[in-house]
């Protein structure tokens, strides 16, 4: 069979659709790197709300594919960008996704931390954003999940300089209970977060975050680097105290920076390992064996397909992660909460269907052909 797929310039051109999906299983647990997927939410159909209204969500099928991410060994990053949290996911529903996975997690003895924030503020002063920092910690804390410390577009607007950074940080962790992750999410992410540690200059905001971290390096389990500057990420990690991790969030350029180097690697913290997980996964697998060449034959491969999800503006790759879970039979639609789905062009989907395609990512190629034509009939697309 051939499908007709539109590029960018709106030629259509055929593609012959691979057969077999690539052979891929569960497995052990990793030994080698602690490999966390951020995991989107899947929106309810049916319900009559409009972009403006709080999310409505299908809990089933949300909570279903965090059991997918776990049976495959990852841990799930919850409640992050990736969930749509400030673009479509608001913090009640965060909240009800942080109780429901947290148990779930529980259940299935898997691995799980979760984002805390300051959504529930649109603005407000450093004692407001402490206290809603505050308010989410403790949801976090008492479902039994770890803490992950995101960035605060409320503090991003209201700090005067690092110092307020520097006091808002060091007074939630003398209060965490257990060591957190810290979040540093760059502004092609999230625009409302230029200039966050105090400056527009890197290199100075990255002395305030490591300031930060080495003011209380018992309570930091690890930072979240979210850059897209591989170099960066490494000169970072190198400065980081003995027994601080790195996670890398490089969507762009995670399977150099997980391999590693002669001075040390990256751990995983990334939105591009929830259409990845089973691949990603058993990349990870072979590393633990000390394979690094094998790793990067198995994930090298999905950097095209990443780059492309992640493009600019790069905030929108959740409509490409959650356009490849409705392909891949995770979900049984392409809505998302806020109508994100409306956020990328026919050709960005036809590319990533490709490159999905291509990698052997559908566990049922047929469906996802069947399903890329169902979305280019509707777009006028006669096949």
Known sequence: MTIHLPDASGRL???EPRREPLALTSGTPFTSRTVFSAAHV????????????????DWD????????LWSHGLGVAEAMDTAQRGMGLDWAGAA??????AAEAKAVGGRIACGVGTDQLAAGSLEEIRKAYEEQLAVVEE????????????????AKGPEDYLETYGHLLRQAAEPVVLHWLGPMFDPALEGYWGSSDLDAATDVFLEVIAAHPDKVDGVKISLLDAQREIDLRRRLPQGVRCYTGDDFNYPELIAGDEQGFSHALLGIFDPLGPLAAEAVRVLDTGDVKGFRELLDPTVELSRHLFQAPTRFYKTGVVFLAWLAGHQEHFTMVGGLQSARSLPHFAKAYELADGLGLFPDPSLAETRMKTLLSLYGVAQ
Not at 146 to 157: E, G, K
């Open 13 to 15: 051109r055929a593609y």
């Open 42 to 57: 899947v929106a309810d159909p049916y319900a009559d709300v409009s972009p403006d209204s709080p999310a409505a969500v």
């Open 61 to 68: 099928a949300t909570l279903a594919f965090r059991r997918h």
């Open 96 to 101: 009800e996704l942080i109780r429901r996975s």
């Open 143 to 158: 479902a039994g999940a770890q803490a992950i410390l995101m960035a605060s577009r409320a503090l991003a607007a209201t």
